[in-house]
């Protein structure tokens, strides 16, 4: 009994000690644009879905109404992509 009392006393504290993960919430109001949202995360990680399927990921440079730069790419630290912002399917960033 009194070995169960404790086992449990130290789950609890333990269970109490883990920090909690909240994921970032993704800010979307009305008449966002793609444009918009990348720009959102000027020099942050991000990783885009192109209509093709593929995922690129990198750091956000510079978005303008028609063309996105990403630098580090993931995989390609040395290079740097332009990508037309027409082509993404979707943006997804890392939840903190």
Do not use: C, W
């Amino acid at each position: 009994m009194k070995n169960s009392r404790i086992s449990l006393t130290l789950m609890l504290v333990l269970a109490l000690s883990v920090p909690t993960v909240q994921a970032e919430v993704l800010p979307i109001k009305a008449g966002d644009t793609m444009q918009k949202q990348v720009a959102l995360y000027q020099g942050k990680r991000i990783t885009v879905r192109l209509q093709s399927g593929e995922e690129i990921s990198g750091i956000v440079r510079n978005a303008t109404p028609e063309l996105l730069h990403l630098t580090e790419i993931s995989g390609k630290e040395l290079f740097d992509a332009i990508i037309d912002i027409n082509k993404i399917n979707a943006i997804m960033v890392r939840a903190k």
